[in-house]
């Protein structure tokens, strides 16, 4: 039985409970961050908790995370669920005051929830064959930067893709890819410049994006942080997409349009094999 923790205590999964006054449920009053782990131990932490850190402060809220007792809390997840490879979901909600209301009050205690989940993430089946994306307009809230729990719209994305044969969604906005249901996006041109979105609130400040975009500058590679359209992407060499469970995972198609030769291009395959390396020499 995975053990989670709710608010201070760890818990077998089936005795976890939440209050149905909780603004997580009711507004979606909430963050979260999702931290990979490999050979048990956590990708990228500090990154994780110091965009956590900028979420909260984005939505004004009064819970000040004590990041040494995360990490105490992650690593205690990890070894009391045995997890060599795979994933700990953290969330902190506004909390319950007791009562559905649509003000916040600044007094009521937040929820902190934490759990683990067991994924394969070095062998992945998507990062070898390659992911099929389809294109969607982009109406979330625009302050897309904040790493909230509002993902309905990403979910309703992803499972149509499913349903279409395809992997995955990036989004378009005003004619230019802002990101995927759960990933930044990027491609590569045919003097092999890495191209993605710049920082703005249109994307989320991926912590992944912002290793791969270091572990492209070792490699001597350009990385260019503009808009670029769906017609640039599919003609582009390769195109990728980065995030903290798939870390570099190539694209091969685009809206039923071929990228490159229709298979991983090797940049991308580099970039991934790289991340994994470095990361693992400095994973806490």
């Not at 004004?60 to 007792?69: E, S």
């Not at 249109?202 to 359209?229: K, N």
């Not at 017609?231 to 390769?238: L, P, V």
């Amino acid at each position: 039985m995975r053990i989670v923790y709710v608010n201070g205590q760890y818990l077998p999964e089936n005795e976890a409970k939440i209050s149905i006054f909780d603004r997580s449920f009711l507004f979606a009053d909430g963050v979260y961050e999702v931290t990979s782990v490999l050979d048990g131990k956590l990708i990228d932490f500090m990154g994780h908790m110091k965009r956590l850190e900028r979420s909260l402060s984005e939505l004004k809220f009064a819970f000040k995370p004590d990041i040494d007792q995360l990490l105490e809390i992650h690593r205690e997840l990890v070894k009391r669920n045995d997890i060599t490879e795979g994933l700990v979901y953290l969330q902190v909600s506004r909390g319950s005051a007791g009562d559905r209301n649509f003000l916040i009050n600044k007094d009521t205690p937040a929820s902190l929830v934490l759990f683990t989940q067991r994924n394969s993430l070095i062998q992945s089946t998507l990062a070898d064959r390659g992911q099929k994306i389809v294109t969607r307009p982009d109406i979330r809230w625009r302050r897309s930067d904040i790493k909230t729990v509002q993902l309905l719209y990403a979910s309703l994305l992803k499972t149509e893709a499913y349903a279409e044969g395809a992997d995955d969604v990036w989004m378009v906005l005003d004619g230019f890819v802002t990101e995927g249901s759960s990933n930044n996006a990027y491609i590569v041109t045919h003097d092999d410049t890495i191209v993605t979105r710049h920082l703005s609130t249109d994307i989320l400040h991926g912590i992944t994006r912002q290793s791969v975009i270091r572990c492209a500058a070792e490699l001597g590679l350009t990385v260019e942080e503009r808009p670029f359209t769906v017609a640039e992407a599919q003609n582009a060499k390769e195109a990728f997409s980065t995030s903290a469970s798939s870390f570099v995972c190539p694209v091969v198609e685009i809206d039923g349009t071929k990228i490159g030769t229709g298979t991983p291009g090797p940049i991308a395959k580099r970039l991934r094999q790289i991340y994994i390396d470095a990361n693992r020499a400095t994973a806490l």
